[in-house]
Nanobody, 123 residues
């Protein structure tokens, strides 16, 4: 089992920045990648970003390219999502997900999920 704990969410104005953290514990060596998804009210959960533990290569969803970056600290088993130039449409609950061995860009690819952290961007 892998446990994931997100932190760093909050309320920010348009154009502001936040950094989300996802700390993993448990059988972390078994995970291929750790990523972020988000879900806004009334919408489906969507892919935001993911990063492969072995080499640090990351991928971003089209909606956040150029504004968000993903990174990891292997020693701390922690993945970060740096969010810049935030827009009201970024408002959502952000979920950390681990595994990725069955696909990197869809929910089905991830076996482990955190509880989520709320990000609200005011206009």
């Amino acid at each position: 089992q892998v446990q994931l704990v997100e932190s760093g969410g909050g309320l920010v104005q348009t154009g502001g920045s936040l950094r989300l953290s996802c700390a993993a514990s448990g059988r972390t060596f078994s995970t291929y990648a750790t990523g972020w998804f988000r879900q806004a009210p009334g919408k489906e959960r969507e892919f935001v970003a993911t990063i492969r533990w072995s080499d640090g290569i990351g991928w971003l969803g089209d909606a956040v390219k150029g504004r968000f970056t993903i990174s990891r600290d292997n020693a701390k088993n922690t993945v970060y999502l740096q969010m810049n130039s935030l827009k009201p449409e970024d408002t959502a609950v952000y979920y950390c997900a681990a595994d990725g061995s069955r696909g990197l860009f869809t929910m089905k690819g991830y076996a482990y999920w955190g509880q989520g952290t709320q990000v609200t961007v005011s206009s």
